[in-house]
């Protein structure tokens, strides 16, 4: 099992430093840091997919695929070579042999790439789907979901029980087609139905925490810090404040109890996506 490390996507919202705590100019960086696997029996399997190759296309076309709002927030740079797709063909390999796409959740800019790999069957976990898909009231849920990157997308599979614990989390274990080196582990809060995404490497676990945390500081020592400008989106998106803290507390318990056994990265900090991409520690 081979794990490449993919950056689908660049945000570099206004603030600099104030979201990603190190640049030096107006604007910050912010990475779409996603996986793609390559197994022996099952195919490639992607984790997230990021930005597709429709939202690059015409993202605000109607229905749009990505607001206004959270583009201009986000200041989104939507390039086709930063897609999954053409990632997968810039390694060598064919995006069509994608077979599987495991999410962490359905936001936006997770899920922007669904519809770029037909073949592929997709799974995330019930309570996820069913707020995506169902009545999006409010404000927050308008915009993080768009009904118009998931249409044309119909190898749903769908979890809602959990099994076997995992490092004392809850798991779900037997995702159809998958071998069992890869699982899903529910952590609620940013949305419902959140998840992280496990995978056993052969030489420890890597879980990709998706939006669980935001930044390089809430893990891996002992008294959480994140930069302003993160804490601020990561309190605007949050469905559930206790969940979310309690489980990114726990989270960073096993980081800091567990480093030789299990490696996390979250979605968006371009620190950590660029010591996974060289193989560098945390």
């Not at 989104?76 to 053409?86: K, Q």
């Not at 409010?138 to 993080?144: E, L, S, Y």
């Not at 599979?157 to 995702?175: H, M, Q, S």
Request: proline fraction near 6%; include cysteine; aromatic fraction near 8%.
């Amino acid at each position: 099992m081979r794990v490449h490390h993919l950056n689908c996507g660049t945000d570099c919202p206004f603030g600099g430093a104030l979201f990603d705590g190190r640049s030096m100019g107006p604007l910050g960086h912010l990475v779409c840091h996603c996986l793609l696997i390559e197994t022996d029996a099952h195919g490639l399997v992607l984790i997230d997919t990021g930005y597709g190759l429709r939202d690059v296309d015409h993202p605000h076309r109607d229905p749009a695929r990505i607001t206004r709002f959270m583009r201009g927030l986000l200041n989104i740079r939507l390039r086709e070579e930063e897609t999954a797709f053409r990632q997968i063909e810039a390694l060598g390999l064919d995006p069509l042999d994608v077979r599987h796409i495991v999410l962490t959740h359905l936001d936006f800019d997770h899920a922007g790439g669904l519809e770029d790999f037909p073949n592929a069957l997709v799974h995330v976990m019930e309570k996820e789907f069913a707020a995506a898909t169902g009545p999006r009231s409010g404000f927050v849920p308008r915009n993080r979901y768009r009904p118009s990157q998931l249409n044309d997308v119909q190898g749903w599979r769908r979890y809602a029980g959990t099994g076997e614990p995992w490092f004392g989390f809850d798991a779900v274990r037997g995702l159809e087609g998958l071998p069992p080196e890869i699982l899903l582990v529910p952590l609620p809060g940013h949305t419902w139905g959140h998840a992280g995404v496990a995978i056993d490497t052969g030489e420890r676990w890597l879980l990709h925490a998706g939006d669980a945390y935001f930044y390089r500081g809430e893990m891996r020592r002992a008294k959480r810090h994140c930069t302003p400008g993160l804490r601020g989106y990561q309190t605007m998106m949050e469905v559930s404040r206790r969940d979310r803290l309690l489980n990114q507390q726990r989270l960073r318990a096993l980081s800091l109890d567990r480093p030789g056994e299990v490696q996390i990265v979250c979605a968006h900090d371009p620190v950590e996506f660029e010591r996974c991409a060289a193989g560098q520690p945390l």
